[in-house]
């Protein structure tokens, strides 16, 4: 995006064909009116320049991504005090404005959603307020506990609170009250019994009165109302599957690359060797016919259903660690997009996801140390396993203090007891 100003009319130079003033003229005269910078001193000072750097940057998306990341922190903390507009004044003035905008919701609910939101910051986001927000958000930030993407939220959202020395407000230039307002408007419509401000707000305005009953009842924990609903409707069933396909097939991809990391960790990746190495051996013995072929791949599949069956905990963990790794600011954007569509793949198609990761996969899981890379390396150039060539990895796990890692290469020394292997492993 080219930072040089344009006029408030003229297109925005982001590229999105809304007028200046309709897109990013408002954070443009944020990044002007920026807070001075932190003392030395304070201790959010790193976290307040980072925050700075930010707002001041090319990095819009960052900025978006860090707002949507504090209206998640609002949600999860609730109508705590500094955090929402004052709840009866709020209630008053919604409700008012609802009343005369009846017609309106009816006709367009996103424009009229949009049209509250900028009544209620104009009226309610004064200077009070905005001081009051930011000391609490920065009070919120120095608490323990916080991953470094809270303190950023946290710590944007100050900035984007503070007031300039001339004193001068502006609320409809602060995005970080239109957060506020998010949260306070679904927490009151859920209070009063106004499904229109969960709905225009999550932008589901358009689905049937069918479609809203069967997502509240799921919210609640009854999912057979979904499943019923989504059953009936064949398009939307049909277009649900697409999906899981294409996503699966994204997964599939990305991990062919060599730079995309294992979905699996070491132990499970000889777990799983264990376990299929006498069905993955049969599957590459390039003298099979057709027929003995087709025979090996059922049977290289069979083998790795009932491994899943019969470790329940593997799927738990896998999914556990794809989702923490999607949730990871260490890593990039693009690696936790990866490991978020992973998860979604794996919990929908396990097998196939699995058997991508043994078969197609390039990357291999990541050491949480050099000793354990030592021993998997040691591990690997034998031409035959035993339970105990397990033993050293086994032991060095329980050094570790891994206990889930120590019962998976345990299960593995079970299998190779019942199941002998003498033949070279696998790559």
């Known amino acids: 995006m080219s930072r040089q100003k344009p006029g408030r009319n003229e297109p925005c130079p982001c590229g999105s064909g809304k007028k200046y003033k309709a897109c990013h003229a408002a954070e443009d005269r944020l990044r002007e009116s920026a807070a001075p910078a932190p003392r030395a001193g304070h201790p959010l000072a790193d976290e307040l ?15 978006s991504r860090a707002l949507e990341h504090l ?8 109508p705590a ?9 709020f209630h008053t003035h919604v409700s008012r404005q609802l009343d005369r905008m009846e017609e309106a919701v009816e006709r367009d609910p996103a424009q009229a959603r949009n049209a509250l939101r900028l009544s209620t910051v104009r009226e309610l986001g004064t200077r009070a307020f905005l001081d009051k927000l930011r000391a609490t958000l920065l ?7 916080l991953s470094a993407e809270d303190r950023q939220a946290l710590c944007l959202g100050a900035l984007l609170a503070s007031t300039p020395k001339d004193g001068r407000v502006r609320p409809e230039d602060r995005p970080v009250l239109d957060v506020v307002f998010s949260a306070q408007f679904r927490e009151w419509g859920a209070k009063h019994g106004q499904a229109l401000a969960a709905s225009v707000d999550t932008g589901d305005a358009a689905l049937s009165d069918e479609a809203r009953e069967a997502l509240r009842q799921a919210g609640e924990g009854d999912m057979d109302a979904l499943v019923k609903y989504v059953e009936s409707d064949p398009g939307l069933a049909q277009r649900i599957a697409q999906e899981a396909k294409e996503r699966a097939g994204r997964v599939e991809a990305a991990m062919r690359q060599p730079t995309t990391p294992s979905l699996l960790a070491p132990e499970e990746q000889v777990w799983l060797t264990s376990v299929l190495w006498a069905p993955l051996t049969a599957l590459k013995d390039p003298a099979l016919d057709a027929p003995a ?19 329940p905990d593997f799927q738990t963990h896998l999914l556990e660690r794809l989702r ?14 990866f490991f978020t569509d992973a998860a979604v793949a794996v919990q929908a198609e396990p ?26 390396a040691d591990l690997e150039a034998k031409s035959e396993w035993t339970a105990d060539d397990l033993e050293p990895y086994r032991a060095l796990l329980a050094d570790m203090k891994l206990p889930a890692s120590v019962e998976r290469i345990q299960r593995a020394q079970a299998w190779l007891r019942a199941h002998p292997i003498a033949q070279t492993p696998a790559p």
Request: glycine fraction near 12%; charge should be neutral; aromatic fraction near 4%.
């Open 49 to 63: 320049q980072k925050a700075m750097a930010l707002l001041r940057g090319e990095d819009l998306e960052g900025v």
């Open 71 to 78: 209206g998640g922190l609002l949600t999860q903390w609730g």
């Open 81 to 89: 005090p500094g955090l929402r507009f004052d709840a009866a004044l």
């Open 139 to 145: 009070a919120r930030a120095t608490a323990a506990g």
């Open 293 to 311: 072929r087709s025979a090996a791949v059922s049977g290289f599949l069979g083998a790795m259903k009932r491994a899943l069956a019969d470790d």
């Open 324 to 337: 923490a790794r999607a949730q990871d600011p260490a890593l990039d954007e693009a690696t936790r997009g």
């Open 351 to 376: 097998v196939r996801m699995v058997l991508a990761a043994v078969l197609t996969a390039r990357g291999e899981p990541e050491a949480r140390s050099a000793e354990e890379q030592v021993v998997r």
